[in-house]
């Protein structure tokens, strides 16, 4: 009776009520909008990077640099190779896998329609390397490399867009006018983490990408997969060191593939920072707002609590009456803002390509702070609430 | 045993320095069932009895019991427990809570009884049946949905009896019940008490009116803090 009695009042003072309760709305919704954008980006950065992600070492054939949160490739050398990768598999005891890549870009058709895709040479580690499975058919084998074979596996929005048919195994996808066949068509997977588009690829064999179609004899890089996280950085003086002993001097970079590939870090670290600022701000705008409207509703209220004592309310039932009503109060601030957050988060993991994430650790913060603040805004209007006597409430008229 | 039993109360305001000596010594007894009327001028100390008969207030010295019970030991959530089954206050301004339906405003003492007490004052009747049943006696059933400002002061007024009886207190304590009333809902008022009392109700009405006074049984006069024998 007591919390619908004050949804009465609430509703009798919409305007001031609704004012009071912006500063929790504004706090909670940039609190879990915060945790809901970097949540979703961070399983979309997990997820992209496969459940090797934290083992996995890129090296690349040039310097990379990473410049305001963008990566970019300052120099290159047709210097990697085949054998590099081969030799970092066999001498490197840090290294459980080795995945070179090499992307070309030939004019993709069937049927006389052409599409852009990034065909994407590679060997069979590749699939383990990444966590990328095909979803029909099979994955590029080791026969296909030694082979030079033609055949492809392509993403599934490659099958939608030139097959219009989910698992087009068997027909013939053309690279230039070389016929590929198609064995394996891969899972959805998304964008990596440099937002390319990962199911609008084709997967060849190296031997392919290499001999066949770009006639050179080097590669853009490898992907190593360490023994275990733990050892990441040890694997990358190992397998830097054996480069330079190869190379002779140094013309490649080796690095934790999340660190060269995740651009957005940084801008997510300002992102972050600035939110928890505005939250911040507005939980004590929030706070002041509450303690504001719940005084002066005390005072607008004196014959209620008078007439609440004279009907049996102790000081502590009045106590909690005020309390009650400040902590609800805040949830109905955070109601909204959490539901506008949640909703921006689903909105913007869709138009950037993330992974659906609920936030709904940061919902439950965020309740848990407003349940706080309400509690702490609604001590002094409550306290004042109990200290009149009531017998000189009522006595006045 | 009276229900009521003031021995010597004495109350003192004290404002700094100053005291002032509001009741000088006043022996009373009331029994169940009683009718009674306080009458006085205004400053002669019956607002301030009446606070104290209600437990919303202490004597400053002497005995109050109440139903048996010694009012002074009490702590305040002993003594809102008292309030809420033995008293059931009336007002001058009836006092009713302007964002609150008729409904609500008789249902609001059942909010602060004691769950055990509330049980089984509510155990063949629901509480919200108990409201529409008083207001219906009363005449307010067709206005049960209105909010207290669209009611005339005897609606008003009846709602608050509705609202004192709801968790059938033994004392029915109306300060000025017929102030801010014409004299036909004054009459009307004074009606619905006197039938509360020949049902057995023990009802005490604080008054300066003479009229209002002749529906009791008993009239108390006070003067000056004491009882005028």
Redesign the interface.
Known sequence: ??IS?FL??F??NKRRMLLSIVGIAIGVFSLTLMTGITGAMERSISKALGSMGANLIVVIPGEVKNFGGRTLQLSFYPTLTLKDAEAIEEKCPLVMRVAPYKVVNPNVHYGGKSISSDVVGITPSYEVVTDFHPFCGRFINRDDVENISQVAVIGCEVAKELYGEKCPIGKTVYLYNAPYKIVGVMEKRGTDLSGEDLDTRIFIPITSAVKRISNVDYIDGIYVLSVSPSMVKETIGEVKTLLLKRHGKKDFTVDRYEDVVNTKKQAMDIFSKLSIIVAAISFSVGALGILAVMTLSVYERL??I????????????ILLQFLTESVVLSFLGAIPGIVLAVLLVLLVSKIAGWVTFVPVDGALISFSLSLIIGLIAGVYPALRATSFD??EI??E? | MALIKLENVKKVFKQGELKTEVLKGINLEIERGEFVAIMGPSGSGK?TLM?IL?C??RPTSGKYYLDGKDVLEMT??E???L???Y?G?I???F?L????NVL?NV???????DSSVKRKLFEKISPKEKAVQLLERLGMKDRMDYKPEQLSGGQKQRTAIA?ALM?SPEIILA?EPTGQLDSASGRAVMEIFKELNEEGKTVIVVTHDPNTASYAKRVIEIADGRIKV
């Open positions: 009776m007591s009695a009465s009042y509703r009798e014959v209620e008078g007439v609440r004592r004279a009907f049996g309310a102790s000081k502590k039932r009531p017998k009522l006595k008229e | 607002s606070y209600g919303l207030d305040d959530d003594l809102s427990g309030r809420s089954r008293i206050f007002f001058q301004a006092y809570i302007p964002y609150l609500d249902l609001l003492p059942t909010e602060y009884l609202r968790n300060d």
